[in-house]
């Protein structure tokens, strides 16, 4: 077993979708829940611990190179964990009882692909200099990816790229029928958006990004890079200099000052005082630059982990051995499966980059593209309201993707609803008046209005969350966001579409239950 890494400097690295709010724009406030007569928010019920698919040890040649790779010339330390399956989806069985604390994986920095903040262009002879300098963080992984993918057996990552998955087997890749299949118009606009994007980043490589000579990989290649990309990177604090860089920074300065003493060419006083000042400001300033910049990272073998909401285990980075590393967060019995977390993750967003849902995700949400559709539907709203909500601080755009949660509707939300809600002469007093709950009575109409739209959502989808469960246990479709034939096939996609919509007719059920419903 190998040592705790003990007293080091940890950074904590997350699943990179969390780095850019622009991936989740739906609006998510403190929920609160409007029940009935009160406004008592209710805990969801505890869920009871999943049953686990047993490990299949993984022992192909590939697995065994890559393996043979790791421990090897790529000194990826590890201890307690091996390549298996889990109903036929991969990740890492404890090949021993881990005890909790145990430091499980090591990556060094050398063996993984990391993209720093303003990091030449690392892909020469492949893209030119200006795409490399406009290209988001995605983008630029994907090329290194290709880059090395190209270099054939001279990539030092070449084992690793060998046993990469073909299909990332997300939404992104679906056809519009396969999209249709989750039936939730917030996350379909989404790929939509993403398809656009990234069809745009490929003309873009293509028409312009190529260096001299180069030929430009295809569309799929491109997408398969990014998407790879998307799936398997962490993201965190970037830290300047390494303590290796330190310590020669140190070195140099310690020389300066002994050189220039020996000469007597200062004052050795002042010469010790300016080079500690200057060593200090070096700290300083990258502990400062620290915080606001990020670095990516994906490392060979912690990619194997999967996710769960329940793990405590995170990927960090060590500043004195620099390195990627994931410490175990509880005991683990053999043959248990070892998962991290990618962060506080909706099914939106693991669904739209990583191709899953997680049943029973505690951070899932239900985004409600048009709150006010459904509202017409309780009662026809008095004559200009809206346009009142519209003109005033609030604005009409927070009944537009609201992101509801089990606990409830997002505070904003409702405060639009108990206004659009309220008399015309309660209504004077302006949104602003809204903010709280008001009357016993004006509470349980707004209840009323909530479960109304709650339902109108539910009764809006093709099937329902009985019928869909039905079809799960029923198999077609494939069971529990497995992966039958394989990630990227058809029936790969309609099994994780069927699973994805489930959860979220789970969220939505939650959400009328908790309001006593
Ligand atoms: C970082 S990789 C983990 C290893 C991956 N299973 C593999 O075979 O390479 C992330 C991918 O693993 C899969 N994954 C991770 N956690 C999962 C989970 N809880 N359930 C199903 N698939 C999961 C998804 O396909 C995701 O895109």
Redesign the pocket.
Known sequence: MLQQLGHVKHHSLRGAQQAFPSDAPARRRAPVVAARASVTPTEPAPQAPQQQPPAVLLDDSRTQTFMNWARGPASIRFAGVKPSTFAG???LAASSDIANDALIVEVPRHSAVVLAPKQRNSCPGMVNDEWWKNAPWFAKMGAMLLWHKRQGSQSPLAPWIAQ??AD???PLNWSDKQLAALQYPYLVAQVKEQQREWTALYDTLRGSGMAAGAAPPSREEFWWAMGVVR??TFSGPYIGSTLSDRLRLAGLVAALVVGNTALGLADPQKTLSAAIAVFLFNVLYEVILSRSLKQYAICPLI??????SAAQSEVSYNYFGDSYSVVASRDFKKGEQV?ITYGAQSNDSLMQY???A?ADNPQDTYVISDVLRWLQGFRPLPPGRVQALQGSSLGAACLSNVAVQRAGFPAEALQALRFLLASDAEAAAGVSAFAKAGSADAEAVLAEALACVVTAELAAAPTTLQEDLAQQAAGSGGGG?GKKGG?GSASAAEAAALSFRIEKKKVLSAVLKNMGG
């Open positions: 989806i991969r990740g990469l998955p990332t087997g997300v799936s398997r990619d194997l982990f999967n996710h769960t998962f990583y191709g899953f997680e966001g990630a």
